[in-house]
Every structure is written in structure tokens, then in C-alpha cells.
């Protein structure tokens, strides 16, 4: 595949410049969001404290993208006979939006226990819904087969060079929007690793001073233990409140190679910290995020001493949460 080294890994200059050259389509179609001070969280960080708001794009979420910038790939015959992926809810929005917007059919395969208010998203969009287990990492191989055996499109939540270099969008604006000063540090909620790996890779060939957080809930990291493992790894996850990074990562994942040279320091936090950044974010700047938009929050607000005196950024990744679940 082009952007891969002959061992199979695809670098950072690559996926940078890939992200780079989608982005002004990606604009066309999705919304700008702000790169935008947090007066609050300055406060408890004691130092300047920029928010990327992400639960401000289309979908209520950063999934939009990648899922956009993979489906722009697709053919139209591709797309009328139908493209399938697996999420825990904000991937198979963004592929929903996708199709919604270029035309064409989508089946999402979730988990049983998925967000209510995210399942109910992607049905308002047309997609069909397939719910199964629990686990959306072992879901990823079941809708792969899927889309093997129906002869249809696959499009990965995160394992993709095209989704991830989508997702990198978000580094490309970052870099305008923070201006000659530019960043010292970055905080990024982590699931599957896509999401960082895109950022990563725009904002440390631009900004090779800058420092990258990779953020997760202590419950379920599984790209944290997998990076330290040297290898795709499954943990013994329990419930948390961020689901939208809930999950186990696809073996042969792609981001993994890319968390480990492009992560500088894994944070984990627990749940009380997830929810004490929830509300801190929802009670000060009234703006609504999800559990994994509030679990990069927690983990800068955990190095809050090792950060005074640099202008720190924060992904809010998304907005998706259910009443219920606030």
C-alpha cells in the first residue's frame, strides 16, 4: 500500500502529508471547530489551556473525518452496493454522515450494550444496525467477515491509512489556528489510536518540540498495554465512562507501531477523575462533552505541575453522551 515502509509500517511524514492534502475536501463538508481557551481549566492547569472542540463537528464527534476521508475513497458503485464498519457509536456515525452525505448504503455492527443516544444517531442518518457482544474490538473481525463474505466495503474505526490521515485534519487546523507561538504540549484520548496517531504525526513534523499525552481510562487501556507490550495485547477491562474508547485493538492494527514511536507519555485516570472533568467542563464552560473527550481533560489536569508555563492543547473528542449516563 502506498504511505507503508517495506515492513508494512506507514510513517509520520507520509500520514502528514496525506492529512495534509485532505483536509481543504474534508472543509468543504465538515465544520471548523475552534481551537478556543478554556478559562476554568487554565485556572486548575495554572498555565494557558487551548480546546480543540471536536463535540462541536458534525456527528458530535472527531469519527467524522476519518469515516468522510475513507468513504471519499470509495467508488459509487462501492457505495450503492454498501459499506459496512463496526463502533461503540461515534465511527458509525461518521460513516453514516459519510454516506449520508455522498450517497450510499451502510450497515454498523455494534455492541449490545452501545449508547442509546449513538445508536439512535446512526439510525436517523439511514444506516442499518447490527448489535453483537460487547467487545467492540472482537466486532471489528465480525463485521470484517461480514463485508468479505457480502462483497462489500470495510471501513475501519481506526486500522486505516485513510482514516487516520482524516482524523490528522484536526492537527492541520490545530497548527493554524495556535499561530506562530505554536504548542508545547498535546493531550489525546485513546481508543484504537487513530485519533493520536493523525494528530501526532501533523503536529511533531511541524512542531518537533511538542510533547504527546496519550490519554486513557484506567479501566480499559488496551493500546497502552499493547504499546508497552511490544504487541497487540487484550486486558481485563471493566465498565467505564469513557465508551467511546472502550474496546480491545485489532490484531495487526497499524496504529500500534505509530502510538509507540509518536506517544511520549501514556496518562491513565480513573473514573472519579473522568467525572470530575466531565462536570468541571459542563459546569464552567457549559458545553457538553462525552466520557472520552473528558478523559484527555483529566489526564492534563493529573500533570497539571510537570505543564506550568506551557501552552498546552486538549482534544475534546466528542459530545456524545446519553442523559442517562450524565
Known sequence: MTGRLGDGRVTAAVLAGMSERVAPTLRAHLTLTPL??????????????????EHLQRTGSFKARGALAKV????????????VTASSGNHGLGVANALAVLGGRGVVFVPENASPVKVAAIRRLGAEIRGFGTDSGVLEGV?????????LSYVSPYNDVDVIAGQGTIGVEMLEQAGDRGLDAVFVSVGGGGLISGVAAVLTQHLPGIKIYGASPSADAAMAASVQAGRVVA????PT??????????DGAVTLQLCRELVDEWVLVGEPAIRAALRLIIDTEHQLIE????VAVAAALSRRDELRGQRVAIVSCGANIAADTL
Do not use: I, M, P, W
Request: charged letters at 30%; glycine letters at 8%; one cysteine or more.
Open 143 to 151: 463485521a470484517r467477515r461480514y463485508a468479505e463474505e457480502h462483497e
Open 72 to 83: 471519499l475513497t470509495l467508488t459509487e458503485e462501492q457505495r450503492r452496493r454498501g459499506v
Open 36 to 53: 478556543t481557551a478554556f478559562s476554568a481549566l487554565a485556572a486548575e492547569l495554572g498555565t494557558e489551556a487551548l480546546v480543540k472542540c
Open 291 to 294: 466520557g472520552a473527550a473528558a
Open 235 to 238: 486486558v481485563d477491562a471493566a
Open 241 to 250: 465512562l469513557s465508551d467511546g474508547t472502550a474496546g480491545s485493538v485489532e
